[in-house]
């Protein structure tokens, strides 16, 4: 397991770090078989500190937790408690679907693109109906059962989640709808 644990203008000393590699290894080992890396960042906002962790593990899943309190010690276990219930609630529904996943989660390239929008008066014709492309660049597209992208685009705070359906050859979108309630697209 690699730990990359920093602090943003202030310094972590070496027993926060061993405190937080022994808690997060103990955390890890109750509910994720091969957790592959842990990014701990620690910051201060006006009079707390503020602890931000991403956790990735082998099956694609990333797990992210923000927690602040105005003990440094006391904003890492809040932040502790928050990935240990999304783990948590993770192995759950593993469990509940009956299927163990042997193999990490595929992934097939894609481009994302990020499209601008225009300032015009609402009577105005627009000189052409091609958006600009304000940025380009290369993403991953899981394969993953539906509820497994459910899952994945809960944790990752995500509005809506592209993925490749395990169950059949195509492409897939799960969304959260204005509802409350999740949305799947399957064409």
């Not at 203008?9 to 592959?36: C, F, M, N, W």
Request: aromatic share 6%.
């Amino acid at each position: 397991m690699r730990y990359q644990i920093s602090g943003k203008q202030i310094d972590i000393g070496e027993a926060l770090q061993t405190h937080v590699r022994t808690e997060l290894d103990g955390v890890l080992s109750k509910y994720a078989g091969r957790p592959t890396d842990a990014n701990i960042i620690f910051s201060r906002s006006a009079h707390e500190y503020v602890c931000e962790a991403t956790v990735h593990l082998s099956t694609g899943l990333t797990a992210t937790a923000s927690a602040h309190a105005t003990e440094i010690y006391s904003s890492f276990e809040n932040c502790c408690e928050k990935l240990d219930k999304q783990l948590r609630r993770y192995k759950r529904r593993l469990k509940d679907h009956h299927r163990d996943r042997t193999e990490p989660v595929e992934l097939f390239g894609a481009a994302s693109y990020i499209l601008a929008s225009e300032e015009q008066d609402e009577d105005a014709e627009p000189e052409t109906l091609q958006p600009i492309i304000v940025a380009e660049m290369e993403t991953k597209i899981p394969s993953l059962s539906v509820g497994e992208a459910v899952m994945q685009m809960e944790l990752a705070g995500a509005p809506v989640l592209v993925f490749r359906n395990e169950g059949k050859a195509g492409l897939n979108v799960v969304y959260r709808r204005d509802d409350g309630n999740i949305g799947w697209i399957d064409p």
